[in-house]
């Protein structure tokens, strides 16, 4: 026991072992040779921007808002629960096409949200959600395909991903002293647009494209992923409410919007960017499940401190960049699952997997909607606790196999 911890550790430490000046001299020269990589940048701006506006939107309403912003967070995962058959139908019949489609829709409905009282934000929410989830998993399935089977090359797209997500969150407070808040959705949306356009001329999808697949492979591809998936349902649900309590909390630990979205998306982003490439050497030398499990673990962790943080340490538990290792982890996972030519696919099971966290958030939002954030924080808990356990078992089934 104690020989296979320290080769346990001694496995982390090589995977930490990095190179950044090579890793950083490697990540100039691929952008130059891929316009993939301004995509994913362009992708993280544009929903960094969003995510970080509807929430200071929000949070200087109301500042005791928990159950309406888990509502607001179950809005915007519930649409990605077909986001699957998107991915699906885009390796069927074209990504470009699914592209350019879902990436005008999503940003006329986020045009419309600049428009829209508080009350009617969660319906908005879910249209501009709906067709956005169809959008960024496709994205982020040309990502898989483009990585080849490499977590460190996946981990570099994702990089890229949210770099461009720890820009998007200052610009709430720098934009609030030119001009009105809402102004930020409509820049959001031009991005989606942009990055939309960029990938229709550039993209060559015939190279991962098999327009002979039927329903019946379809069908197959996805039962390969089925095990994963409930482990990924029940910790997205954790995620997405532990981030709903933490980002309020945040807002009123900072009280302030520029302050609040530098916490909230560029030093996070910036961490999370370098988190990412540590993530994806890990993945290479660790077992995936296991770097699922420690994410899943170390969210429950978050859970129990920070029902009695105060405002310092809620700040620093919100800084800690464990969600590019529950994400790069499983989209690694999946995308090892599933065959190249249905790599969106495979994004799009992700999206779905955290599409139905969603709706376990809206079932538990509606039935917990004047409980205290303590008590949100306790159901969190037990939601990352299970899964948790599940992957435990998941790992010793695959070490026998």
Do not use: C
């Amino acid at each position: 026991m104690e020989l296979s911890r320290k080769a346990y550790i001694l496995k982390l430490k090589n995977a930490l072992n990095i190179g950044w000046v090579e890793i950083f001299k490697d990540l100039s020269k691929k952008i130059r040779m891929d316009p993939f990589y301004v995509v994913m940048f362009i992708e993280g701006l544009a929903f960094g921007t969003y995510i970080v506006t509807i929430r200071t939107n929000i949070g200087m309403e109301n500042y005791n808002a928990y159950s309406f912003l888990t509502l607001i967070a179950a809005m915007e995962t519930i649409p990605g629960i077909f986001s699957v058959f998107a991915g699906g139908i885009s390796d069927k019949i074209g990504r470009k096409k699914i592209i350019f489609f879902s990436g005008l829709m999503s940003s006329i409905f986020l045009i419309l949200l600049s428009k829209v009282q508080l009350s009617q934000l969660p319906i908005f929410v879910f249209l501009f959600m709906s067709f956005y989830t169809m959008f960024y998993p496709i994205i982020f399935g040309i990502s898989i395909s483009k990585s080849k089977g490499s977590g460190y090359s996946l981990s570099k797209f994702l990089f890229f991903n949210s770099f461009g997500w720890s820009l998007g969150g200052i610009l709430p407070g720098l934009i609030l002293n030119l001009w009105n808040l809402n102004i930020l959705y409509i820049i959001a949306a031009i991005l989606i647009i942009i990055a939309s356009v960029i990938t229709v001329i550039s993209y060559n999808e015939k190279e991962y494209q098999d327009p002979t697949v039927t329903l019946t492979d379809f069908k197959n591809e996805i039962k390969k992923a089925i095990p994963f998936l409930f482990p990924l349902i029940l910790g997205s649900a954790g995620f997405y409410m532990l981030n709903s309590i933490m980002s309020l909390r945040l807002f009123i630990s900072v009280n302030n919007i520029l302050l609040y979205g530098i916490f909230y998306n560029t030093i996070t982003g910036l961490l999370s960017s370098i988190a990412r490439l540590i993530a994806g050497k890990a993945i290479e030398k660790i077992h995936p499940y296991k770097v699922t499990f420690s994410s899943f673990f170390s969210y429950l962790i978050l859970a129990l401190l920070m029902e009695k943080a105060n405002s310092t340490l809620t700040i620093l538990l919100w800084l800690l960049p464990i969600y590019p290792f529950f994400e790069t982890s499983s989209y690694y996972v999946l995308g090892r699952m599933i065959k190249t030519t249905f790599h969106s696919t495979a994004s799009g099971l992700f999206t779905t997997a955290v599409s139905l966290g969603g709706i376990i958030n809206l079932s538990l939002s509606l039935v917990f909607y004047h409980s205290s954030y303590q008590t949100l924080l306790i159901i969190d808990s037990i939601l990352l606790l299970i899964p948790s356990i599940y992957l435990i078992f998941l790992v010793k089934s695959s070490n026998r196999n």
